[in-house]
């Protein structure tokens, strides 16, 4: 289907390379996803091996880092075993086990991209990529700028190559060297087909010439393309389309080649030298390598999974005591991060429940800030809100820092600002390291929105429109949300006086990917706005009214209180709290110094990771630490982010209380008994691949190829324009994960866990194709835990098969305090050292 | 008595160099501590030697620690001073690595690199103090040398990709340049002066200026020289470009040394030497002139960069043009404070670089208005257009070294490349022959005519040889090969003109041939497993091969006469014996020593850094 026909079309070309550019917006919203979802349509292993071949991606981890995982106990000699056998045939175990383990194999790459761009150099000895990189970078990072440079890009009105044109129309100096490219630009007479025509001059090999040039650097690339996708994606809004950028750099193609060989005089590339096109797509035949290669990942990836299967067995078996009478109830997100403080929270006062629930709470629209200028967008990327929330008084003044401001660049400010500010820059320096404290410098979550100001969230007409979006919900649709988010985590009954709803967000310091940390449901930003809304919603009288009469009855002395958690600093916050009645705020009282408590642990639990941070120390001195280090500008890790993610959890909490997953599994409450046929879980499971796999696949690949598909490491990198970094200031922009937030994670792709019958689960995700598509291609993997039997269903194959766990020994933990204490921190971050510090699940066996 | 003790600030980092060389690559704890340690001793020192310094009046201290050679006029000894301007400097250092160095521990946690880093800050700390504390010129250069390696080391600190390793070489190949302009200012000097002179004769006595008078080459030539080597050193046009390239390396590195250390040095040497120049005012003028304009350009640069980092580096360059300024004005006192101000201030600015993405989008989020561009760009403004097209393009600023510094030498080398066909050999060949024939024969007859053909013959080839080596695209071996015989043929020349008698010859070949040695077998031994077919391209070898890479670059630097081999020593005894009136052979061969060195650390690049060619494990793109 790829350009098996002959000649050249722009249009398909240009729709080809948009589907496999990188799809990361500008850094500021970090949305996590699927970094291969351009082979998302056909099944994983096919997939990440014919991405490898074309564009000589690593897609696993190499060979000898799953010998060495073998050799270290990672991967378990019986989980092999029944890897081989399931794949190869009981019989064959041995000979194959001997190949994974001892056969020398060819492991070398050689990607199939580039190969007609780089005949420039072998032919014609001219480095296009050396000559045109660096000032194409410039002009198109000039140009999308969102407010470093002094000097604003001119005419951008005009778009891209118009602004250039005027530029040039305009000017004594030219971005070209000779006349040639510069006079098609002016003239405005060009296409990409008419360029090539001068350049290649076979129409057959336009297509992989494109991809060639474009794949030299995927990142501007794919920026651009975003950016023409989604204009808004920008807050300085920039017009520019991807057709537009290849045509300069075509131009610019053009120029080097006239200037390095003389004007006009070479003749185009497939003029000089015979060139036969090759499909970039063609399938990828099987190689016994890539057998190889399989099995051990499955090996690595069941060596987990029966690790927790086994853990959940043990529960099933011996199944915990649920409180009768609740203290409180509490929905944090269903990040993996919070699964460690519903853990501490259960342990610290036994009688509240905890649930999880994507972090936007069901409450989808866009946001305003009091004084803001723009809106954000506070639900999943996927989904396109028609509704409008406002923040109202009061005005909170933002501080400023005088280091980062535009004057330090100019000619005498530059003077006024070394001599006289010069020294209080180094005592400013002295002071953070010495001391991390808050800063208006540093990103703080809790800023986004203000503590005690009004949101409009109850719409009051129907005309109260701003943008297209409605202000506001009405009243019955504030019902349907309150109604869909409780149903769907199982909340009908048993309602605890005090409900919290604890989004998270993160502060970071010194860290550009900060919108990688906070919250995935709420397009990475933090959700507090979230929280806040859904408590109003769910504490309205009238729309408990309308709930009522629906048969659906919250307790009139139940309240809600929405809250954030910060991730980074293990501080928590709650709002609207002069709501509470003065019984319940006595109880609040109580509950906050447990969740206190219980962040105390959390901060004691991550700190193990911490190299500046004695675990061990007194557990208030490692919480002080923990804030510290979030304020801290020389700490590249304040947290791993989604690090380690392994699982995401679907069902109820007695699936999982009393385990220790350390902090790896996404959780989403879901009570299979109010919903038999499973009519509210499609609603339940439909944004967890996208949101959970999504996350997941982007640490998978940032983690096995950190160079290609992650960001490197963060120590280089420069900010471009604020929207991407790089790694070299002459270099691409550089998408996906940062060396420091993977180097915890182990590469395997999430088990996503549902408690519900192996038939009703297929049904629901059956029934939408994009869903289903995760699944059947094995993206993401799924087991069915039977509710009644308490069987383990694996979906392989379009159906699911039951899978027994192997061995049955879990090991338990007496005292939490000891056990994290003990932890050792990874020698070094290579994966066989850096698995290790990933704990197995454990039983807790506390009282 | 107290002046010895100056030997403190040269032994401290040295010894805290070694120290740090010897903790395992992840015992992260003690290389902090080391390189912690090695600076609060020295801290300490510094203050008390301040002290002392204050409650004697401010009276300079000097000492001469080593003669290492002595014969006629030339004296070439290692010489330490300590002033008013080695004092600030050495604060403003001491203070910015303590205060990087406590940053770096966590920043480069678990980095791969985590030792080398620490080792090149303690390298570079030495050189700097080298420079500061030196008390004459030969003791000077060898700190010059090592700011340069260092900096190749910091900059292509991320040394398996593409960028980098370019960038440091371009870098590093201006430094070279630095360096070997130095040597010819210093070699100019000791033509003018008729002998070496140290600091503290140059701080106080009077009348340098007519010293110089009879010689209007000395006059112009010496002051010039040293503005070059400090214009290269502190970034001013035409040499701007090269700082922001240099910000390769962790964040930290670039603030300390591209912020703050390596880039205001040129300040130091203008002020170290401004007894030359004082009094001569077209020179002012020009110094002025240059700060200026280098200030004005490098402002306007900074206005259209996207790059919070590169801008950073361009503001930093403007406010050396102004400090230019001051001291061609004669402030000394505010340039001083400029520069200690800015070096402070770039260097904040650069370790929060990454905060500014929070920070600027948090602030436009509030306060955002789309600026109307009619305010900058009226109608018909081809003047602002063109500055702005400019801006963007640097002034063709990098375009400019290439093809101005580089290109021609590459041209010329690809003309004689018939010096590597059997022809070529058979040249070579002769010329060794001749050498060694006439060795036997006149050995002590200086000054003969037909010697000083010869001699300028030998200088010539070495330069040809190297150039070939610098253009040589097939054979790493050959490549190799060449620097070994043009120094020899260096020798040769150096023989034949009298500056180097046979025993020192001796002891600078010594160098070369263990150099050469080493260097040929850590190839040999890397292209019986990864066969290196040409120069075409990089390989990574270091990603399998660190060790033999490590060896090679130290055979690399040996043969380009860095301070580590006894080829250093040779070469300064070679610039000190030269004749008055030679002018051809100093400047031949000190053509021929930049693109030794650079020819080297190219062969170095290519062979082991940049991105592995094994793709089995991640690799890099081109473009990152």
Redesign the interface.
Known sequence: MHNHHAGFSEEHTLHELRHYLPTQTPIKDFIHHNTLHAFQHIRFYEAIFKASKIFGYQVTLELSDYRGLYQNGRISEAILNRVISIEKGEVSVPTWKKKLLHEEYNDLNEPRIGRIRSLWKSVCTVNLDDRIHPLLFRIVSSYLDQGIALWHFPHIELGFLGSLRELEKHSHISFFSTHRARKILLDGNYTITGLLDILIGKRELYHEYLFDQQFGHHGWSGMVAMVEEQPDTLLYRKKITLEEFIILELLLEIDSLDSELGSETWKPLAHQISVEPTDLFADVPVSELQEVFIMWQNAFEWTYYNEVLTGLKHLRDKPSNQPQEKSFQAILCIDERECSLRRHLEMIEPNCETMGCPGFFGVEFHFLAEGGKFYEKLCPAPVTPSYLIKETDPYVQHGKEIFYQKQTHSFFGGFVHSVVFGYWAGIKLLLNLIRPKKSPALPNAFSRVGKDSVLTVENKHPEDRENGWQIGFTLIEMADRVEGLLKGIGLVKAFAPLVYLISHGSSTANNPHHGAYDCGACSGRPGAVNARVFAFMANHVKVRAILAERGFLIPPGTQFIGGMHDTASDLMDFYDLNILTAENHNRHQVNWDQFDRGLDLNAKERSRRFASIKTDADIRKVRRAIQARSVSLFEPRPEFGHGTNAMCIVGRRSLTKGLFLDRRAFMNSYDYSIDPEGKLLLGVIRPLPVVCGGINLEYYFSRVDNQKFGAGTKLPHHVMGLIGVVNSGDGDLRPGLPLQTIEVHDPIRLLMVVEHKPEVVLKVIQSQDDLYEWFRNEWVHLISVHPETGEFYFFRNESFEVVETLGDKVPGVDDIHEFLEAAKEMETNHILHATKENLPIHILNHK | MMSQLLLFFILVPAIGLLVSLLPGK?S?KKLYFASLGTLWVYFAGLIFTTVYFFSTGRQSLYTEILTYYEKGHSHLSFDLYFDWLTMVYGWVSV??SL?VV??????????KGYKRFFNNILFFFLGLNFVIFAGNFETLIIGWEVLGISSFFLIG??RL?Y??V??AIKVVSLYRLSDITLLLAIWLCHLAFDRNINFVELANTDGWAEQMAHNPAYFFLIPFFFLVVAAIKSAQLPFSSWL??A??????S?AIFYGALSVHIGIFLLLRVEPLWEDKIIFRVFLGLLGLTT??VA?SI???????????G??SI??IG?MFIEVALGLHV?AV??F??????????L??????????????????E??S?RS??KK????R??I??????EFHL?KLHYSVLWMPFKVLGYQLRFLSSKTGYIITGLFILSAIGLIFTSLGHVNHKIDLIFSGLFGIYSFLLVLQSFTERQSVFRAWMYLVLAQFFIVFAAAYNGSIDFNESLLYLSGVILAGGVGHYCLHKLNVEEPIHDLAGHYGHIYEHPKLGMGFLFAGLAIAGFPISPTFVGLDIVYSNMHKGEFFLPIIIAFTLIFIEISAIRLYSRVYLGPHV???????????
């Not at chain 2, 900074?302 to 950073?312: E, G, N, R, T």
């Not at chain 2, 018909?380 to 003047?383: E, I, Q």
């Open positions: 992840t992260e203070i910015l205060l406590r940053f770096s521990r966590y920043y480069l946690h678990r980095d600190y991320y990709r960028l980098p370019k960038n922001p390239r910000m390769e390396g962790p964040t930290t670039t200030s004005l402002t900074a206005s259209v960069q996207s790059s919070v980092k590169i801008q950073i361009y503001s403007a406010q102004i505010l404070l400029h200690t101000g800015n070096a402070f201030l770039r260097a904040y600015q370790l929060v670089s990454p905060s500014v993405l929070n920070y600027l989008i948090h602030e436009q989020y509030f306060h955002f789309a600026p561009d900058w760009f018909d403004h081809r003047l257009s063109s702005f097209i400019l801006s963007v393009k990098d094994k793709l089995y494990h991640p690799v890099a793109f081109r473009s990152s």
